[in-house]
């Protein structure tokens, strides 16, 4: 059974930097994506970025493009998110989720069958 932990968010005031983990265990990610996504209080969970575990092809949201960095570490396994330039539209619950490779890259949320239980980033102004 996949299992996925983050870690790292907290309070922290706009343009400053934050660095997430999502710690992965039970299984192999050699065909897999590990997707970053985050819910503001009364919107839907939305896409902010996603990188093949193998390749390590990234993606992102136009919305945090330029600000944030999706990395991973085959040997910790375990994938990042690196949030710089933060302003108060970034505070959200960030959860990290895995998806299965098939072809087509997974932005959307349906495509991922593993998810982490979340951790709130709230930036100040």
């Known amino acids: 059974q996949v299992q996925l932990v983050e870690s790292g968010g907290g309070l922290v005031q706009a343009g400053s930097s934050l660095r997430l983990s999502c710690a992965a265990s039970?299984?192999?990610?050699?065909?897999?994506?590990i997707g970053w996504f985050r819910q503001a209080p009364g919107k839907e969970r939305e896409f902010v970025a996603t990188?093949?575990?193998?390749?390590?092809?990234?993606y992102y949201a136009d919305s945090v493009k330029g600000r944030f960095t999706i990395s991973r570490d085959n040997v910790k396994n375990t994938a990042y998110l690196e949030m710089g330039s933060l302003i108060p539209e970034d505070t959200a619950v960030y959860f990290c989720?895995?998806?299965?490779?098939?072809?087509?890259?997974?932005?959307?949320?349906?495509?991922?069958?593993?998810w982490g239980q979340g951790t709130q980033v709230t930036v100040s102004s």
């Open positions: 989720a895995a998806a299965r490779r098939n072809g087509v890259v997974p932005l959307a949320l349906k495509r991922y069958e593993y």
């Open positions: 039970g299984g192999t990610f050699s065909s897999d994506y």
């Open positions: 990188i093949y575990w193998t390749g390590g092809s990234t």
